[in-house]
């Protein structure tokens, strides 16, 4: 899903996606789902393309679980969790499923594996 994948494309929003972001010595990962808004900050409908994508990160709160706005766009939060001095050493890699997600986890930190390419 990584080298296709548009946070734009309306095809993606309201769905829960995987990503995998930091250092790849030392990688994250969350829950997010994608979702449109118009110049204006009006929530659109999923399936409608927006001016805006806000990223929403899952988490539990209070103990009550949910997805909350990271209160960012997503080329903005992208920018922010990247290494654009160095790429090699980590970028943002969205998935469609957890297992994929923690596969390249234990990819990019399996001694065995490090220093090859995904």
């Known amino acids: 899903m990584n080298n296709e994948f548009d946070p734009h494309d309306p095809k993606n929003h ?3 996606l995987w990503v995998v972001y930091g250092a790849d010595s030392f990688p994250k990962v969350v829950c997010v789902k994608l979702l449109a808004y118009s110049k204006d900050h009006g929530l659109l409908p ?3 393309r927006g001016h805006i994508t806000n990223v929403w990160g899952f988490s539990v709160y209070e103990g009550e679980p ?3 706005t990271l209160g960012m766009d997503v080329d ?3 920018a922010r969790e990247s290494h654009p001095g160095n790429p090699s050493d980590g970028c943002v890699r969205w998935f469609e499923t ?3 997600a923690l596969e390249c986890i234990r990819r990019l ?3 065995g594996q490090v220093g ?3």
């Open 14 to 16: 309201g769905k829960p």
């Open 116 to 118: 090859r390419d995904e």
């Open 76 to 78: 903005k939060w992208v």
């Open 109 to 111: 930190t399996d001694p």
């Open 98 to 100: 957890q297992a994929e």
């Open 46 to 48: 999923v399936g409608w």
């Open 66 to 68: 949910g997805f909350r």
